[in-house]
């Protein structure tokens, strides 16, 4: 198996040196502010992508996220995933089993793990990982994220109690559903540190970015990241698209399409980096909520970020984002992966509030040719997307899984089998569940009652400074 393993930024920071995984794995953002990047997507032959059939889920994630990693021994790698992937964490031994709501429509259960979110297959996966590598190099990390809803209990619930790791997490205040803050607030660990941001989940995002910017406190603090511009959630992320694709198909000569509820941009970016792989994939359709910034730049061209006082705050909180972070990645691959034309492009994001690529046909006239479609739902299309799910096919689906099944329905082709990733249980976004169906959804039995146990969080401003400083009080080495 050729590895291809070396990265670089978006924005062209490494190039002449690039690094290996284990270093942008706890590094966060590049040193100029982009993301890594590989230098290469692995290609995959006819023969190997069908021996990956009828893999195994533990083995086809070893099979994939082996040719991006470097500096990981093959037998250690394969332990982290075996210990990561297994029926007892994910319910199934499947761990994404794929159910069929119709002919040609499929569901992709990704939300059977400890927090009920897609979130969880990678990282459960960054838990065993962070600690593996930390052990072997006898270092601590603190990592720094923002979290819109599902990421923030992913992470904290994967990261807890693991040895020489701390997580300080951001999230808007009282943007969350219920269900989503007591995920995280109740945590007692003491390596667990919650603060409720005054403000919007892109105010919270800027505030982690300014942090990993300051170089300097970044590297006396040791601040990693978790949240999706870490390129290992990205790569855990790769395995399901193949899972699902070899599920919903007989043979390799077939193609599919998919539809993704979409916020940062990571897990549509996901079966983007499959696709650029050799993943059969027709189409990928990109599923927002009022919230439309990927949607505008899908149908337009351009690309234009939203102040925090212009998100709207929906019933589907988790894609209430308006600066979609890994969208730089794909403006990397649609750049012919130019850094000079990333910077110019993230240069003007941040002095014009945005670009407009719809008359430059040499960038615009290429994002057909990666597959991707986009669509918006509605608070009331959400509604009656849960609605017509439940009485069609006698299956409860979330606000953000119904983004992505209502875009999907509306931009398919109807010429190869749709996938809709399912994001999240019911069971975390009652309020919507109830005007929509008139009842709750069953709950898991270790989740009843969550809201009413003890939280521990510190509200803050959006002052970076502060940040650092509660950061600062935080690192006990």
């Not at 037998?75 to 992937?85: Q, S």
């Not at 009920?116 to 072997?136: C, N, T």
């Not at 994967?158 to 607030?185: D, E, H, N, T, Y």
Request: aromatic content about 10%; charged content about 20%.
């Amino acid at each position: 198996m050729v590895q291809s393993a070396k990265y670089v930024s978006t924005r062209g920071a490494d190039a002449n040196e690039p690094k290996s995984f284990c270093d942008i794995l706890l590094a966060g953002l590049a040193t100029d502010g982009g993301l890594y990047v590989p230098q290469a997507y692995p290609s995959l032959t006819t023969d190997e992508l069908a021996e990956m059939r009828m893999l195994s889920y533990p083995a086809l994630a070893c099979n994939i996220i082996s040719r991006f990693v470097d500096d990981i021994a093959a037998e250690d790698l394969r332990n982290i995933i075996n210990k990561t992937y297994r029926e007892e964490v994910f319910g199934s031994a499947e761990i994404t089993p794929l159910a069929n709501l119709a002919p040609g429509l499929h569901l992709l259960k990704c939300s059977n793990g400890p927090t009920l979110a897609f979130k969880d297959v990678a990282m459960q996966w960054l838990g065993h990982l962070f600690e593996y590598v930390l052990a072997r190099d006898e270092l601590e990390l603190n990592i720094l994220g923002a979290t819109s809803g599902d990421t923030g209990s992913a992470a904290e619930h994967a990261m807890k109690s693991k040895q020489g790791v701390r997580v300080f997490m951001l999230s808007p205040k009282g943007k969350l559903s219920p269900f989503q803050a007591a995920q995280m607030f109740s945590i007692q660990d003491t390596n667990i540190h919650n603060f409720a941001v005054e403000g919007v989940f892109d105010d919270c995002q800027d505030m982690v970015k300014a942090v990993s910017n300051d170089l300097s406190f970044k590297a006396q603090y040791r601040i990693g990241a978790v949240n999706s511009i870490n390129w290992g959630r990205i790569v855990a992320q790769v395995v399901y698209y193949f899972k699902a694709y070899f599920a919903a198909t007989t043979n390799n000569s077939e193609k599919v399409s998919f539809s993704v509820p979409s916020g940062n941009f990571g897990n549509v970016l996901a079966g983007h980096v499959a696709r650029m792989m050799g993943l059969p994939i027709r189409q990928l359709i990109v599923a927002t909520n009022e919230n439309d910034v990927l949607d505008e730049f899908f149908h337009t061209g351009v690309y234009r970020p939203r102040q925090s006082s212009d998100t709207q705050h929906t019933s589907s909180p988790s894609m209430d984002i308006s600066k979609a972070s890994n969208f730089e990645r794909f403006l990397f691959d649609l750049a012919w992966r130019d850094p000079a034309v990333v910077r110019e492009l993230m240069q003007k994001v941040d002095s014009e509030g945005g670009f407009d690529l719809s008359a430059c046909d040499q960038l615009w006239g290429r994002v057909p040719a990666f597959g991707f479609v986009s669509a918006k739902s509605t608070h009331q299309d959400r509604l009656a997307t849960i609605r017509m799910v439940h009485q069609k096919y006698g299956v409860d689906i979330d606000p953000h899984t119904a983004d992505g099944i209502k875009a999907g329905l509306q931009r398919h082709d109807g010429s190869v089998p749709l996938i809709c990733l399912e994001t999240a249980l019911p069971a975390k976004f009652e309020a919507t569940m109830a005007e929509a169906l008139g009842h709750n959804p069953p709950r898991p039995e270790k989740y009843i009652g969550i809201e009413a146990l003890p939280q521990r969080f510190v509200v803050l401003t959006t002052s970076v400074d502060k940040l650092k400083e509660v950061i600062a009080k935080g690192c006990q080495f």
